[in-house]
């Protein structure tokens, strides 16, 4: 397994983790309190920061314990990592669109957030998972 495949999968996986942990910490609030009065900022902030850190961590991991030869990559690594890039992409530009339209509609800041979160969440996840599958299914370069 590549390099490149093992990174996609660590990425995968660190992020559904991250949101996981998020949503737990948003949905466990007091009693009586409505969900955008749930205390999200700090849970989000340390979710995507401890996202970041821990796929650093982890591709620092996998890079070290390969072979020295699929570390290299080749033209195949990087046409597969801008086709996933730009699949990944499209749901940043459709979570900046719902973040605007919630703006525009006056909708509470929790809401305005969560869906500009959850695009990233999902651009990361889809992204990922294109990767994975120009890997494993094999990939047709236009």
Do not use: C
């Not at 660590?10 to 737990?24: D, G, I």
């Not at 339209?101 to 999902?122: C, G, H, K, S």
């Amino acid at each position: 397994m590549a390099v490149e495949e093992k990174r996609a999968w660590t990425m995968l996986l660190v992020t559904v983790a991250a949101y996981a942990a998020y949503l737990a910490a948003v949905l466990d609030r007091p009693e009586g309190l409505s969900l955008t009065q749930a205390p999200y900022v700090s849970a989000l902030l340390w979710s995507v920061g401890g996202a970041i850190v821990a796929s650093i961590l982890l591709h620092i991991v996998v890079s070290t314990f390969s072979p020295e030869e699929e570390n290299v990559r080749d033209q195949r690594d990087r046409e597969i990592h801008r086709f996933a890039e730009h699949v990944g992409q499209s749901f940043v530009v459709i979570g900046s669109i719902v973040g605007l339209i919630l703006a525009m509609t006056e909708q509470d800041r929790f809401w305005i957030a969560n869906a500009i979160y959850l695009a990233f969440v999902l651009s990361a996840i889809l992204g990922s998972a294109a990767k994975i599958a120009a890997y494993r299914v094999g990939f047709q370069p236009w």
